[in-house]
């Protein structure tokens, strides 16, 4: 299974760019500053997820460059994806960081997509999660073990990236639940969802892992949200299990399993499933462009494998990303791989729902 791949990949992949290193293969980035865009706003959790690698990816690079995180956000990260395909390699100064929220576009061919994955050279795929929460009042009517069937009566509103994104993962979820929620389109990044929800205009959320930890934590502390469901991992065998990062938080499967009409079996289930595989597991991606050559390539795999292999780095990066896969080299390629494809009925499936419950007609 895909995790069993990547697992045994993840093994070799930094002694693979240790020894290119070693062997004299590095770019020397002296006195240079490393542009790393981020296609969306500076309030969610691709922002985060950069700014906390900048400062080690810049220890980490041959001749110590400064690594600054810039923002180009538009039309759910297409924006700025677009722009980054337009890029050739010059120097090893400019990085790109993409998330699910890109990739879900380009799965579903939507017509503003004019970027190809394939062209560009991934150098760290970072697994995540992502945690569903409600505002106290609606959270105490949740039956047991997260059972949302007493909140079926509700009205629920969710600012929204886009139904294209990786929004559609707690979209989709939510319908499946029976719930009545309204998204509010346009928002520019998962950390403007939070805020909306914050200011009491939105009830209901969901953030990536880094964002909930950061953002979303101080919410829970002061009593203003409480967390729902995790939408869960997957063990060796491609099952949904319990986040390690949230172990005592039920996942989506367990609520959908607790809740009056909600299959966890069938054609909605399949569909689910595969996008949330192909939006998580790899849900952040760094990428060289176009041309990059193999030198480059191998100092950027080296580097962020060297901040993998510091005596600190499993504690420093469980408080701000969670406990999450970070590959490099074929396991990077490989988690790219299956992150930028899903079965043809999963892909038909969600192309149906988005014309038939949002209008989002794809051509």
């Known amino acids: 299974m895909l995790k069993k791949t990547l697992g045994a990949l993840a093994l070799t992949s930094a002694l693979v760019a240790t020894q ?9 980035l002296t006195g240079k500053t490393v542009e790393w865009i981020i296609p969306f706003s500076e309030t969610g959790g691709s922002a985060k997820w950069a700014n906390f690698y900048a400062p080690l990816l810049s220890e980490a690079l041959p001749g110590n460059p400064t690594v600054v ?5 538009g039309a759910g990260s297409t924006k700025g994806a677009n722009a980054f395909q337009e890029m050739t390699y010059e120097d090893g100064t400019t990085i790109f960081g993409s998330s699910g929220s890109t990739q879900f576009p380009y799965l579903l061919s939507d017509p503003r997509v004019r970027y190809e994955y394939s062209d560009w050279n991934v150098v760290l795929a970072s697994g995540t999660g992502g945690v569903a929460y409600l505002p106290a009042d609606l959270a105490g009517q949740l039956g047991e073990g997260g059972d949302a069937t007493p909140l079926a009566g509700e009205d629920f509103i969710y600012g929204s990236q886009g139904a294209t994104r990786l929004d559609l993962v707690p979209l989709l979820a939510w319908e499946m639940l029976g719930l009545q929620v309204e998204p509010v389109f346009g928002i520019e990044g998962r950390g403007d969802g939070r805020l909306m ?10 953030q990536t892992s880094s964002s909930y930890l950061s953002g979303v934590t101080p919410l829970v502390e002061a009593g203003t949200a409480v967390p729902w469901f995790s939408f869960g991992a997957l063990d060796g065998d491609g099952n ?9 938080m039920p996942t989506f499967k367990e609520v959908c399993e607790a809740t009056d009409g909600c299959e966890t079996s069938g054609e909605q289930w399949d569909a689910w499933k595969a996008f949330f595989v192909a939006g998580f597991p790899a849900q952040k991606m760094v990428f060289l462009p176009a041309g990059a050559p193999d030198n480059a390539i191998a100092t950027f795999t080296e580097a962020f494998a060297a901040i993998q292999e510091r005596d600190d780095f499993a504690e420093i990066s469980e408080a701000r990303l969670g406990v999450y896969p970070q590959l490099t080299g074929d396991a990077a390629r490989t988690a790219m791989a299956s992150a930028t494809d899903v079965p043809q009925e999963a892909k038909d499936f969600v192309i149906n729902w988005l014309s038939e419950r949002y209008g989002v007609v794809l051509q």
């Open 20 to 28: 290119a290193a070693a062997d004299g293969h590095q770019i020397d």
């Open 69 to 73: 995180v810039t923002f180009n956000p």
């Open 197 to 206: 929800f914050e200011r009491g205009e939105a009830n209901i959320d969901y």
């Open 240 to 248: 949904i299990v319990r986040d390690p990062t949230f172990p005592d």
